[in-house]
């Protein structure tokens, strides 16, 4: 499994960007996908997960302004961002796991390089 991250890129504040992620390589009808960011000088966070059954979480910090989603198997994961905010700044990463109801960084085995999103006026 290959994951590959893009849509990253430069913002104002107030401003939206959609991430996607593409998986390539073989495909399972169970697992857990979801986005995480660390930015410069602070631990990697959760930021949203998504289940094959179409379960999704987020964190308290993005409640309301992001959305993950992903339409099948075989799409792309994808993280609407609205209303950002300069603590948005950071590196996105997409994850995989092959199971359901992964919600820690331990779950997953799969990471893609990372998206830089940028959040400046």
């Known amino acids: 499994v290959r994951l590959m991250e893009s849509g990253g890129g430069s913002v104002q504040p107030g401003g939206s960007l959609r991430l996607s992620c593409s998986w390539s390589?073989?495909?399972?009808?169970?697992?857990?996908m979801a986005w995480f960011r660390q930015a410069p000088g602070k631990e990697r966070e959760g930021v949203a997960t998504f289940d094959s059954d179409g379960t999704t979480t987020y964190a308290d910090s993005v409640k309301g302004r992001f959305t993950i989603s992903k339409d099948g198997e075989k799409d792309p994961l994808y993280l609407q961002m609205n209303s950002l905010t300069l603590e948005d700044t950071a590196t996105y990463y997409c994850?995989?796991?092959?199971?359901?109801?992964?919600?820690?960084?331990?779950?997953?085995?799969?990471w893609g390089q990372g998206t830089q999103v940028s959040v400046s006026s």
């Open positions: 390589g073989p495909t399972y009808s169970n697992y857990c």
């Open positions: 994850a995989a796991g092959l199971w359901v109801g992964c919600r820690s960084a331990a779950d997953f085995r799969y």
